[in-house]
C-alpha cells in the first residue's frame, strides 16, 4: 500500500489518562506522522503515517494504552492517506 494510514478509534477508560501525550510520545519515537484527539463521545480518534511496521507499533501501543487507561475496544481502519501529514499532533 502506498502511503500507508490507519485510523484508530479506542473506547474504555482513555481520556483523562495521559492516552493523547502518551500516542504522541510513541508516535514521534517511531517516527510516525499524523494526530490524536479526543471525540466527544469519550473515546480517543488516532491517524496514523509512515512506515507500516512503525504503524503497527503505534496501533499497538494503543491497544494497551498507558497506565491508568483501561481499553475496551480499539477499531482499526487501514486506508491509502489522502493528505501526507507533517509531524504528530495533539488535538483538543
Do not use: K
Amino acid at each position: 500500500m502506498e502511503n500507508p494510514e490507519a485510523r484508530v478509534v479506542v473506547s474504555g477508560r482513555v481520556q483523562g489518562v495521559y492516552f493523547r501525550a502518551s500516542t504522541r510520545d510513541v508516535a514521534v519515537r517511531c517516527g510516525v506522522r499524523g494526530f490524536v484527539r479526543n471525540l466527544p463521545d469519550g473515546r480517543v480518534e488516532a491517524v496514523l503515517q509512515g512506515d507500516r511496521e512503525a504503524v503497527e507499533m503505534v496501533v499497538a501501543f494503543m491497544r494497551e494504552g498507558p497506565p491508568g487507561a483501561y481499553v475496551e475496544e480499539a477499531d482499526i481502519e487501514w486506508r491509502t492517506a489522502a493528505e501526507i501529514r507533517d509531524g504528530f499532533l495533539v488535538r483538543r
